[in-house]
Each structure stands twice: as C-alpha cells, then as structure tokens.
C-alpha cells in the first residue's frame, strides 16, 4: 500500500511539477512581449481580432540647419500615452516627451553631423524661405543612423552634399515590431530629402562608413546576416561594400572569394 502511495505522489508531484514550469513559461513569454520595445505594427490578418489604439503624440527634436540649404531639419517621433516612461519607442533623452530635446545632434566626421534623436520615425524638411514642408518618409520606420553635412566657415577640407541615412523599415524577423533587431536598409539621398538611393542589400545592418576623398567613394562596413537565424550579432559575417557618392547604387564588395579563402587557408594553421 505504502508503495502505490509513494509512486501515486511522484505521478502527482510530476504533473504538478510540470504545470508550474508551464505556467512560468507562459508569465515569462507574456512578460517578454509586453516588454518588448519598437515601433509596434498593426496586423493585416483581417480574422485577428483589433486592438484598441494607444493615442499617440507627436515629439519633435531640436531643429537643425541644412548647410547650403534653406531648409531646416526637424526630427519626428511618437510616443503612446498609455505607454511606461520605460517601455516603448523613446528618445535617449531623460526629459520629458512633451518637451524638445536638447542635444540632438553629434559633430562626426567628414564635418558632417550625426543625428542622436532615438526615437526618430521620420524628419521634417522645412523651407524658411516659402514656409514649405515635407517629409522624408511616407511609411512606418525608425531612422536607425542619419548623417549630414555641416561645415562651418573654418572648415577648409572637401566638401560633400548628401545626406546618409538608415532606416529600419520592414519586420526581418517577423515578431509585430520594427526595432534594433530587424535589418536596416541604408540610402543616400540629395539635400532636399528627395531623391533617395539604396547603396546596402537585403537583410544587413550598417556598422560604419567612409570616404574615399580621391575617387568619391563611400566604403561602408556591413553586417550580413550570414546564418539566416534573422538576428544581427557577433557571430555574422561583415563585408566591406564600396558605391559611388555622384552615382550611387548597391554597394558592391570590395572582397572577393579568392582573398576570402586565402585567408581562411592561412588562419587555420593557427591553433
């Protein structure tokens, strides 16, 4: 007797046992999804069932002049009110959302400046001379990288008139929210935010870029995601993809398979 009561406990301690471990599996999935961070997409699947939307409200960083230009830039966000100060699309910036954003801006390289807004999803090109507006995006998106010229009457380098730019704008890895985890696509555009060209491939994320002064080349380091496992990390490939800035195209890769084996060839002799 004593020995059916002792397997009947372990039966039921084992059910148990597993319906708590269940259990914590679903709070911790919940919990994750419901802190997941992103621009949060809604879903075309016409059988889910609707939402309610959060009511949204706009954030706009500091303005910013357009070297050689009259325009100015205008950085836009969003932020849901119903939303945590700790969870969704937010600036780097501690202020609060209602308020501009001191500091949106970082001198870079090549005299150009580099935007620092964190929850930018688009940027207003204002006219001051004809009081004329434009976006530079017509679709859902964070603007992961945007670089611009700026030079000052000191500068006496070359001087370049594009505007680079990276854009986050497609769910790669399919989880309802376009953010750090999805590819960025990279173009290059005129001054007027107009004529957008795409210089990266599919499925990538930009690391960094140069100038090459002589031939006018940008040279840009890229992230492939090399394994297909739809992350970006240290365990995928980087590419060095070289375009023209008077022409710009696809990059191309400045590395061939030869080179890559050579290498590969003469790294395996090492332990």
Not at 38 to 47: F, I, K, M, P, Q
Request: glycine share 6%.
């Amino acid at each position: 007797m004593s020995a059916k009561k002792l397997i009947l406990g372990v039966v039921i301690g084992g059910i148990v046992g597993a319906v708590l471990v269940l259990l914590v599996m679903v709070l911790f999935e919940n919990n994750r999804s419901n802190n997941k961070s992103g621009l949060r997409l809604v879903a075309n699947d016409s059988t889910a069932v609707a939402e309610p939307k959060s009511q949204q409200i706009l954030v706009y960083g500091d303005y910013m002049d357009l070297d050689s230009t009259d325009f100015l830039l205008i950085p836009l966000g969003m932020k849901s009110l119903e939303e945590k100060e700790d969870k969704g699309l937010r600036s780097k910036s501690s202020d609060e959302y209602s308020e501009s954003y001191g500091r949106s801006y970082n001198s870079y390289k090549y005299n150009f400046y580099s935007l620092n807004f964190g929850n930018c999803n688009n940027i207003i090109f204002y006219n001051k001379k004809n009081d004329e507006t434009h976006l530079l995006l017509q679709k859902p998106a964070i603007i992961s990288q945007f670089y611009f010229p700026y030079y000052d009457e000191e500068y006496k380098g070359e001087k370049y008139y594009f505007i680079l730019l990276g854009i986050r704008e497609d769910d790669t890895n399919l989880d309802g929210y376009l953010n750090e985890e999805d590819a960025e696509t990279v173009y290059l555009t005129d001054l007027a935010g107009k004529n957008m060209f795409r210089i990266t491939p599919d499925h990538t994320q930009l690391v960094d870029w140069f100038i090459d002064t002589v031939t006018k080349n940008i040279l840009m380091k890229v992230r492939f995601d090399s394994n297909h496992d739809k992350k970006f990390n240290y365990y995928d490939e980087i590419e060095i993809l070289k375009t023209s800035i008077d022409q710009p195209i696809e990059g191309e890769k400045i590395i061939g398979k030869e080179i890559k084996a050579n290498i590969k060839k003469i790294l395996d002799k090492i332990k």
